[in-house]
């Protein structure tokens, strides 16, 4: 688990909009780790995590793209089912809010990328690094949180 910079864009939602943003973020060879894009009427919302965003700050600033940077919690799961729902659950049991999420590949095989916005990012942190720690042989034996 980490804090890594996402960046986050309002586009004209018209068509080759993304694809130009792409193609200039590829000739900077400025690689996305993740990337979410979601419409909200005449706008789309783009976000996307790279670790180049001092390339990717002159990129968006040359094409006239209003941007905004801020720290999210990415964090690598298993890529198998209920990965995604422990991480979930564990900080649902806290009070910790998830405001949005999305997911992505990961560059290891089998593994898979949360980046996670949530109410409170350093508890978030702190309660997914003790439960990575604890493991699951280790975790009191509670009962699930949806059945609750």
Request: hydrophobic share 35%; with cysteine; glycine share 6%.
């Amino acid at each position: 688990m980490q804090f890594v910079h996402e960046i986050t864009a309002h586009l004209e939602n018209k068509p080759g909009r993304l694809a130009k943003i792409c193609s200039a973020l590829a000739h900077e060879k400025v690689d996305l780790q993740a990337v979410s894009v979601m419409d909200s009427g005449a706008r789309s919302v783009l976000r996307f995590v790279t670790d180049h965003v001092e390339e990717t700050r002159k990129v968006l600033t040359s094409l006239g793209t209003e941007y905004t940077l801020s720290e999210v919690l990415s964090v690598e799961m298993e890529n198998k089912p209920g990965s995604l729902a422990k991480v979930l659950e564990h900080l649902a049991e806290e009070h910790i809010n998830i405001e949005y999420a999305y997911l992505a590949a990961s560059g290891q095989p089998g593994k898979s990328l949360g980046i996670f916005h949530t109410s409170n990012a350093k508890k978030a942190q702190q309660i997914l690094t003790e439960a990575k720690s604890n493991g699951p042989a280790n975790s009191p034996q509670r009962r699930p949180f949806h059945s609750r």
